[in-house]
């Protein structure tokens, strides 16, 4: 399922790994944690909207998410 090979910057990436721990990155180890991010958003995006529609709303709420996020783990 990809796409394009850079939706997500890298840098801000890498700090998120860092402050959790990550002492070094490899560039390919970015790459696939950020195709891996890409591709989760875009399953809760779906998942979002499917709620939103289902609830007969144009409009993503954070109901919405949430109960995606709970569907998808």
Same mark, same amino acid.
């Given at each position: 399922? #990809? ?18 721990g990550a002492r070094r990155v ?15 958003? #875009? ?13 007969g709303r144009k409009t993503i ?7 995606? #996020?709970? #569907?998808?783990?």
């Open positions: 399922m #990809k796409e394009s090979k850079k939706e997500l910057p890298l840098a801000p990436l890498e700090r998120l790994l860092r402050k959790s490899s560039k390919s180890a970015l790459v696939e944690f950020a195709q891996v991010i890409s591709d989760y958003i #875009k399953d809760l995006s779906s998942e979002s909207m499917a709620l939103a529609r289902h609830a709420l954070d109901v919405d998410v949430r109960l995606a #996020k709970k #569907k998808l783990t």
